[in-house]
């Protein structure tokens, strides 16, 4: 056990910062995790969890029977600071893709009142070049009575660095324990702080550099997926237009020994992906034409869907000699951002249900395993079913996500229906 970090205290307790916090409190620390959300705060007190990761109930579990881990809504004093709120856009003066860092600030000014000389701060949030710099900021506006690294660097009461997650949703707990970490301390002092910290369970590399190219890091490997997916999913438009498979195409291309193109979509969702490379293009518009090309290639791919669902329903009509009142059943199978979690933050697959729901007058199926009810947005003009109900029902059946259950289904399950495959799902099935 390292003493130096004896409490730990994580901010924010959703799909990051509950898992980090079962991480820590299963390698013996104690670890307080704070949330706003007085549900998720009880209901992991109970030894339950608010949302759906492998593993991870018996992990939170475990840590709360055995005292390691407890909720709260406002922070208390610890030896370690970790920052994993919400980033999101704002209307701002550079357009509707500025950021967001309301919740990093209020995070900042929930922590300042309990801190105390020798506490490291970290933030894990992902975050515009130079967010680490303001968040000092904020701190020492509210603690005058201690020194930060922006003034006092090696010296400073309080050490400050950024280290961002990189973990795949169904895989946390594994991949927060495996990968490398990379950690950027506003000092060497606070590199090494940090270090320590993640050192008490993470098998990985802990490389250090400094904070701004630590969040350029981050920014930098969703920008790099983001502009590969653009690729695939501006193949699969081309594709469709010149009457190519495109599933069959990718597969022939990537028979080239230095060719490895990725599986096109609906779109790309998620809170890293869909968002970490519009803080790159709202901090340098006029340099990042690439990455900013590609996040309009990506974005559009949801209405690309729903066209190829308007020229089905024309087809329907034309080829059944209905008139333009008939109303078709239409099912959507799969909500979330990617296949097998329930995760919809930024999802392209709940934005086509939604623009369906909004634009088309027949009755909206929904097939998604990996949650219990609809969101919001969609509680008062869907109906969430299973796929057999579905496939039973529907007219024209649109494949969102490829979630295994999806990939499973026989082909002669489909017959009854017209098919939108915008995630390759009938690809795998047999």
Not at 50 to 60: A, F, K, Q, T, Y
Not at 298 to 307: F, S, Y
Request: charged share 20%; aromatic share 6%; glycine share 6%.
């Amino acid at each position: 056990m390292n003493f130096l970090y004896s409490t730990v205290s994580t901010i924010g307790l959703g799909y990051i910062g509950l898992p980090t916090a079962a991480v820590f409190a299963s390698r013996g620390i104690k670890v307080i995790g704070v949330d706003l959300n007085q549900n998720a705060v009880d209901t992991i007190n109970r030894g339950q969890i608010h949302i759906v990761e492998p593993d991870l109930d018996m992990v939170v579990h475990a840590a709360v029977k055995e005292g390691f881990l407890r909720a709260v809504t406002i922070p208390e004093p610890a030896d370690a600071f970790l920052i994993a709120v919400p980033t999101p856009f704002k209307d701002g003066q550079s357009g509707p893709h500025e950021p967001d860092l309301a919740y990093v600030e209020s995070a900042a000014r929930s922590i300042a009142p309990v801190l105390k000389a020798g506490n490291l701060v970290v933030l894990e949030s992902t975050s515009p070049v130079g967010t680490t710099e303001k968040l000092a900021s904020w701190l020492a506006e509210i603690r005058p009575d201690l020194t930060f690294p922006q003034t006092h660097g090696e010296k400073s009461d309080i050490r400050i660095a950024y280290c961002p997650e990189r973990v795949l949703p169904g895989h946390i707990l594994r991949e927060l324990i495996q990968n490398d970490r990379v950690i950027g301390g506003m000092t060497p002092r606070c590199s090494k702080a940090a270090v320590d910290l993640y050192q008490i369970f993470v098998q990985g590399k802990c490389i250090t550099t400094n904070s701004r190219t630590a969040e350029m890091c981050k920014l930098t490997e969703n920008s790099f997926r983001d502009v590969n997916i653009a690729f695939a999913n501006e193949l699969s438009i081309i594709c469709q237009k010149l009457d190519i498979d495109v599933w069959q195409l990718i597969n022939l291309a990537n028979r080239h020994p230095r060719v490895n193109i990725l599986q096109p979509g609906p779109g790309v969702g998620g809170h890293c992906i869909a968002v970490d490379p519009w803080f790159i293009v709202s901090a340098s518009p006029d340099e990042s034409k690439l990455i900013h090309t590609a996040r309009l290639v990506n974005d559009n791919k949801p209405h690309w869907v729903i066209d190829q669902l308007q020229q089905a329903i024309t087809d329907l009509r034309r080829e059944k000699s209905l008139n333009s009142d008939h109303q078709f059943t239409i099912a959507c199978f799969g909500l979330a951002f990617k296949p097998d979690i329930d995760d919809l933050r930024e999802s392209p697959a709940l934005l086509i249900a939604t623009m369906i729901a909004k634009n088309c007058n027949g009755p909206l199926l929904v097939v998604e395993p990996n949650i219990k009810e609809l969101p919001p947005v969609l509680i008062s003009s869907a109906m969430l079913t299973g796929a057999e109900d579905a496939l039973e029902k529907a007219d024209i059946v649109i494949f969102l996500v490829g979630h295994k259950p999806f990939k499973a289904l026989k082909i002669t399950n489909l017959m009854k229906a017209r098919v939108i495959d915008a995630c390759g799902v009938t690809q795998a099935s047999n």
